[in-house]
Structures are given as C-alpha cells and as structure tokens.
C-alpha cells in the first residue's frame, strides 16, 4: 500500500518559475524523504525533514513539514530543465519497519 | 565509493523462464531492500535485509520470488516461472544501520516478461 500521496500527479511549468509539490502520509513518522527520479533511472536522494523539525533547506530546494496535518511539501525555486524529472516522497511505515514506502510521485516537466 | 550496482540493467526473458538479478550495495551499508516499480507508480517494497538476515517480505513477494543475502554483501532476487505481470523495473537499495536514514538506489534491472 501507498503510504504516502503527492499532488499534484504532473507538473508543467517554464524554466526560472517556482515548483511545488505536495505529500499526504497516514502514519506518525520519524522523517520524511523526498527523492527524484529521472526518466527510466534510479532514485536519488534529495532531502530528509524529521518529525521535530518544521522547515529545512537544501540549495534550491526548500521542504516544510506538517506533523498536525500529516503532510509536506517541496518546493523547487528557479527551475530548470534539469529538474525534469519525477519526485517522491517516502517514509517509513511504522514502529519497528524498515519498510521505506513511497507515493506515486509528481512527474514535473519544466520547458526551456 | 562506486554506489550501488545492479546487473544486468535490461532482462527479456520468456514467460516460464526463471530469472536472477543481482545487487551490489555500498560496501560500508549494512540494510539491502528490493523494491519494484511499474511505470507511472512509486516503488514498492519487496523485501529487506539487514546483514545476511531477511528480516522484512512484502505481501507482493509471492512464492515464485526469493531473495538471498549470503554473507551480507551482494544480494540476488530470483523469480521462478516469470509472468507478464512481472515486467517491471526491479530496484535494489541499501542504507546505513542507526535509525531511518536515506536510501541509495541502485540504477535497476528492467524486466521484461514476453
């Protein structure tokens, strides 16, 4: 099962224009990961946010988090067309599993 | 660091037929996972090792998948008597022990089930 959802599904915009992306979790977490995809390829890490923490930057990304509303966004600032690409969030599935599950993912297009 | 290695990268293989992938992870990392994606999806967890010890299976990895850790190094899944339904990017991860960290993927073996 998906443990968490992002929103949107896909994501259009022109380069230099900001991105956000939204997740929705059911369980309480320790952290929450967010990692991107490129066409056909592995995943790559981008960020971690813990459970204690609200906001967190990382170069152009910045990601907050909403323990009260068991959700997180990512936003991407001064997009590029190399941040084509599919983004997802993660986290592990409850106490005691090292279960890292993952959303369907938003599939962001940015047009040069 | 050489990250994390997964061979081969494509498979075709007729239904029936059995198949083995095999996964190379960060030396130094001791948790392994497999995962598997289908296009337009996320991955989904099939199964996790920490060290040589399978210590988590998914309900998806049904009695024709087995994965191995011998050794607590390279890892291989097996699927016996493949299925279309099994086409599918097959990925392999591995993390440090210490709590939930992040996730190194492995670029993964695609499958194809004809």
């Known amino acids: 099962s998906q443990q968490g959802e992002e929103d949107p599904q896909a994501l259009s915009i022109q380069e230099g224009e900001n991105a956000t992306m939204n997740c929705s979790y059911k369980t309480s977490i320790n952290n929450l990961q967010w990692y991107r995809q490129n066409s056909g390829r592995g995943l790559v890490h981008l960020i971690l946010?813990?459970?204690?923490?609200r906001e967190k930057h990382s170069g152009r990304l910045r990601v907050t988090l909403d323990t009260s509303k068991k959700s997180s966004s990512l936003l991407i600032t001064a997009s590029r067309a190399a941040d084509t690409a599919s983004y997802f969030c993660a986290t592990y599935s409850g106490a005691g599993s090292y279960q890292l599950t993952f959303g369907k993912g938003t599939k962001l297009s940015v047009i040069p | 660091d050489t990250g994390v290695s997964q061979d081969p990268r494509h498979k075709i293989t007729k239904r029936g037929q059995n198949v083995t992938f095999r996964c190379d992870p960060i030396s130094e990392h001791n948790r392994l996972y497999w995962y598997r994606q289908t296009l337009g999806q996320g991955p989904e967890f099939l199964t996790y090792f920490q060290n040589e010890a399978q210590l988590e299976k998914s309900r998806l990895l049904s009695d024709r998948f087995s994965a191995e850790r011998p050794k607590g190094s390279f890892s291989t899944l097996e699927i016996q008597r493949t299925e279309q339904g099994d086409s599918a990017m097959y990925l392999c991860?591995?993390?440090?022990?210490?709590?939930?960290?992040?996730?190194?993927f492995g670029q993964g073996t695609r499958l194809t089930v004809v």
């Open positions: 991860a591995s993390s440090y022990r210490g709590g939930n960290t992040e996730a190194f």
């Open positions: 946010i813990r459970s204690n923490e």
